[in-house]
Each structure stands twice: as C-alpha cells, then as structure tokens.
C-alpha cells in the first residue's frame, strides 16, 4: 500500500490540475437541500431544525388510518385537521371540554366546538380512512409551527397576508374566534383559521382542485384537508375519558403541550414508521434554498425569510403554482431521501474522524483513505482522479435514479464534493496533514449532517 504511494507523487501535477476544472458550485445551498431532504417526514430531525422552507409534492394512499380529536359527536363535513397518531387528536379531544390556556392557543390546531367549556368534561375521537390516494403539498421543518416556523408559507404560500398578532398573553384567553366555513363553524386560533381556509381555497381556484390538502408537521405530523366528506370514509366515533374540567390539569402553562405522543421513540434517525403512510414525490420540490437569496442574514444557523422582499418571492410562489399544476404528485417517484441516508451512513464517521484529526501522520490518513476508496480504483490507473470520483459517487447512486431535477442535483453534488475531498488527499501527494484535515473539516461544517 505504501509503496504504491510513493509511486504516485509523479502524478501530482496532474491531478491538481484536473480537480480545479472540475470546481464547479452545483446546486445554490446544495448542502441545505440534501439535509431538506433526509429530513422530509422525520419528525425527530424537523424539531432540530424547525424552520423549513422547501414544498414537496406528497401523496396519502388510500386506506390510511387518521384521527380527529373534538368536542362535536357527529362526522366532520368540509374542512378540518386530521393527526396520524391517535394521542395526538385525543388531546384535543380531551381539551374540547374546557377553556384552553393562552400559551396553548399558541400551538393548537384543532378547533373547539364546544360552545360552554363546563358543560362536558368529555370530548370524541373521531377516526378515518382515506378514500383515495389524497394529493398533498407537504411543507417541510416544523411547519405546523411554532412561530417561526411557519414563515415560508405565510410568507410564500399565504403571501403574507396570515395575522400575525397571536402571542401568549396577547390573545383573548377562553375567547371562541369562530369564522363560517360553508355554513359550519370552523375554530381554533384565528392565524389556523386563515391558513386553512386559505390554503383550501388555493387548492380550489388557483390550483383548479389539483390539491386535496397540506401536510404539515407539529407534535407530529397533520392534515389539514379541505373535504372530510368526499375524501374520507368515516369509521368510527368514540367518546373520550371525562377529564377535570378544573382548569387545572396536566396541560397547564409548563405541562404537556398539546400534540406530543406519549410512548414513541422519537429518537430514531430513522423515523420511518410514516414511509407507507405519506409518500413525498422527491421529483418535484420546489425550495427557497435554490433562489437567490440571502436566507443566512448575519450567519444565522437557521433560514429566515422575514427580511426578503414580496418581489423576491414572486418567482417561488409561480413555481408552487407550476409544480401543482403541471404534475400530479407520483407514487413512485424515486427516493432521494434513501439516498442521503446512505451517503450518511457511509461517510459521516469517516469524515469526522478525519475533520478531528483522529490521525497522527499523512501516512496513516491516506492509508485509511485507500481502504475506503479502494473499490473505486483500477490500479492499472490509479492516477484517473475522475474515474475514481465517478465511480465512487455511482456506488451510492442507482443507475434507475433521474439524472435531473432539484433533489437529484443536490444529492450528486454533495456525494461528489465527498468523493472528491476522499480522492484529492489520497492522490495529491503535496498536501500536507494539516491542509488535509482542514479539508475535511471544512466539508464537515458545509454539510452540517445531524447525526
Ligand atoms: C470534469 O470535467 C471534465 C472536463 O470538463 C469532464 O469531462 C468530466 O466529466 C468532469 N468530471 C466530473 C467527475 O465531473
Ligand atoms: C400578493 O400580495 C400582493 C400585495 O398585497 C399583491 O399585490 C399580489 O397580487 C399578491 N399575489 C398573489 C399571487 O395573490
Ligand atoms: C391550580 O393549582 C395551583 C397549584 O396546585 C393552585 O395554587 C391554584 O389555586 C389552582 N387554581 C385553580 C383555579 O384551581
Ligand atoms: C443583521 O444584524 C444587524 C446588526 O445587529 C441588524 O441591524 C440587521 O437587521 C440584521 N439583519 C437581518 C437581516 O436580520
């Protein structure tokens, strides 16, 4: 092994040379797109990083399970939420008996229909079932909210037009803000109201029908869907445990907040258990990541919105509006996130080790650079740097995978920028340790992977 690499360093020029007309930027934030997408449905990962600003074309097949927790006894008609997991519609339901605390209206989806909080101490759970492949347009992060997580569609969905004005303290405890929705009563906090009513309005006349809801994340993940009725079989409806009507129960200011699940592991990475129940169509994303936009003002870790122009998020918004309209979203697009989860799992001990400077000599590192890089070269060439780039990167990338679109471009951009840091340290032999961890450290930082 070594003595092959001593053979190499005649070679060095020439790889040099080659690597730097090969520099090119790929895809604007490539490395906020890829992390997007390894955390499309992960509930775990989306609480670490809530603000998303990326739309996904998804579908919901027919014959899922879904409940709906309020104070009201008979079958949602029209518009409503919808919650996966059944604990998280029986807070509602459970909270459909009494007044709600002002720090709860923060982050409750689900309406309260009950007109006096004190007269029931018990609410219903409803359950459903898909009665179609529902058509959605999931958002990404923590886009249920809370607070600024919610920016990229008030700002670009809802072209911010949604009230801002709702903050614990600064609403109207226990006040109903009820608006008509085809002569029923719609509740919950009135920014909730306006989204889903927006939204649904959207999915009617802008995007002629094309949309049946969004799908959203909170606690965990929710519908909000436009027509109960048309797209839901109804299952059952059952009355909830009585809770104290006290005021004074677990949910207070500091307990529980509405819409966590007791008794799932959220820990896991690979939080798949909705892979078959939300399928995201990877083939159409549209993402503020890919305009031309300063989403990191003053180097913030997160993406902000708040100070870009209405103008500047024109062109986002036509792209919605064409991603709807001109595709329905597909079943069997092909799974970029499986993708990334790879190209994780592969590298990402590696390159730490390496960034940390877990190596005491260039000899060492590069040893353990070959045995990583090895499949990739033919040592009849050891020296075609783009052979063993293009090789190393096809491991990872079935040949079946689309070769264009956003998620296809960003996942080959970060899985070649790896190959390529791998294979220039292993071949460029004028590098020394310190460049070469500094390599690896700055493409560590750049992909910022939560691990
Ligand atoms: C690098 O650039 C050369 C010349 O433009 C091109 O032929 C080659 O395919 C590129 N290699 C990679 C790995 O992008
Ligand atoms: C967005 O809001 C602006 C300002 O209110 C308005 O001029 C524009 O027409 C709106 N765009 C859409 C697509 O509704
Ligand atoms: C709620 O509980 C707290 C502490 O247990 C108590 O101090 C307070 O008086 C109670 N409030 C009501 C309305 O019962
Ligand atoms: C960046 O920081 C400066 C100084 O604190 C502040 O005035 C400015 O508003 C910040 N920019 C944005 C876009 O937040």
């Known amino acids: 092994m ?57 579908t919901v097949p027919k014959g899922i399970q879904f409940y709906h927790g309020t104070g009201e006894e008979h079958p949602v008609t029209g518009l409503e939420w919808l919650a996966f997991e059944p604990e998280h519609s029986l807070g509602f339901a459970h909270r459909s008996g009494r007044r709600l605390e002002p720090s709860e209206r923060e982050t409750s989806q689900k309406p309260l229909q009950k007109e006096d909080p004190l007269a029931s101490t018990h609410g219903y759970l409803h359950t459903y079932v898909s009665a179609k492949d529902l058509r959605l347009l999931y958002l990404d992060g923590m886009s249920a909210g809370p607070m600024r997580s919610l920016e990229a569609q008030d700002r670009i969905l809802f072209n911010d037009s949604i009230p801002q004005n709702e903050r614990p303290g600064g609403g109207r405890p226990g006040q109903r803000s009820e608006v008509e929705q085809r002569g029923k009563k719609l509740g919950g906090p009135p920014s909730e109201q306006a989204r889903a009513l927006q939204a649904c309005q959207m999915a009617e006349e802008k995007w002629a029908g094309r949309i049946d809801g969004l799908l959203r994340t909170e606690g965990d993940f929710e519908i909000i869907l436009c027509n109960f009725e048309r797209d839901l079989d109804f299952v059952r409806i059952s009355e909830t445990k009585p809770q104290k009507s006290s005021g004074n129960d677990s949910h207070g200011p500091g307990g529980k907040k509405p819409g966590r699940m007791p008794g799932r592991a959220v820990t896991s990475r690979y939080d798949d258990v909705r892979g078959h129940q939300a399928i995201i169509d990877f083939d159409h994303v549209v993402s503020a990541y890919t305009y031309n936009l300063d989403l990191f003002p003053n180097n913030t870790k997160l993406p902000q919105l708040s100070h870009i122009t209405p103008e500047e998020l024109i062109p986002i918004q036509l792209a919605i509006d064409s991603m709807i309209l001109n595709n329905e979203p597909s079943r069997s697009a092909f799974n970029w996130q499986a993708v990334t989860d790879v190209v994780i799992d592969r590298y990402s001990v590696q390159l730490r080790s390496v960034a940390e400077g877990d190596f005491q000599s260039l000899v060492a590192l590069r040893e353990k650079l070959e045995t990583s890089l090895e499949p990739f070269i033919d040592y009849r060439d050891y020296q075609n740097s783009y052979a063993i780039i293009d090789s190393c990167q096809r491991q990872l990338i079935p040949q079946s995978a689309p070769d264009s679109g956003l998620a296809s471009e960003a996942v080959r951009y970060i899985l070649h920028r790896i190959c390529t840091t791998f294979t220039y340290t292993l071949l460029d032999s004028q590098m020394d340790l310190e460049t070469a961890v500094e390599g690896f450290a700055e493409l560590v930082s750049y992909l910022s992977w939560i691990e």
Do not use: K
């Open 2 to 58: 070594c003595l092959w690499f001593h053979s190499l360093s005649i070679w060095t020029a020439l790889v040099t040379i080659s690597f730097a007309q090969n520099s090119t930027d790929g895809v604007r934030n490539a490395n906020h797109v890829f992390n997007a997408i390894h955390a499309v449905m992960r509930h775990p990962i989306l609480s670490e990083y809530p603000n998303g600003v990326s739309f996904f074309l998804a």
